[in-house]
């Protein structure tokens, strides 16, 4: 069982930043996750991978509407990853979540969310002009 817990949302201007935080843990050594995602879902719309990390080993994956903006990183000490995100634009504005499996990332497949059995409970981003 892994347990995920989103902070760092907010309200932000457009051209602004926000730093995403998804603080996990896994009630076993087995259990743990290797792969974390963070989706995002607007109003409306389906649930878009935006990019995905590997922990333990790095290797971020990207989303082509993100990648040149969002930066995602993880500090296993800390057993959280963050995602970067700046020069924020209107569409930015949705829902994020954090998701994690046990398996490996695997490139843009780890973008997917029918492989990702565990879910934190989102936190809202809304930029406004």
């Known amino acids: 069982q892994v347990q995920l817990v989103e902070s760092g949302g907010g309200s932000v201007q457009t051209g602004g930043s926000l730093r995403l935080s998804c603080a996990y843990s896994?009630?076993?050594?087995?259990?743990?996750?290797?792969?974390i995602t963070w989706f995002r879902q607007a109003p409306g719309k389906g649930r878009e991978g935006l990019a995905s990390?590997?922990?333990?080993?790095?290797?971020?994956y990207y989303a082509d509407s993100v990648k040149d903006r969002f930066t995602i990183s993880y500090d296993s000490a800390k057993k959280a990853v963050y995602l970067q995100m700046n020069s924020l634009k209107f569409e930015d504005t949705a829902m994020y979540y954090c998701a994690a499996r046990t398996r490996r990332c695997a490139g843009g497949e780890s973008l997917t969310d029918g492989s990702f059995a565990y879910w934190g409970q989102g936190t809202q981003v809304t930029v406004s002009s």
């Open positions: 990390i590997w922990i333990g080993g790095g290797s971020p």
């Open positions: 896994a009630a076993t050594w087995t259990s743990r996750p290797n792969c």
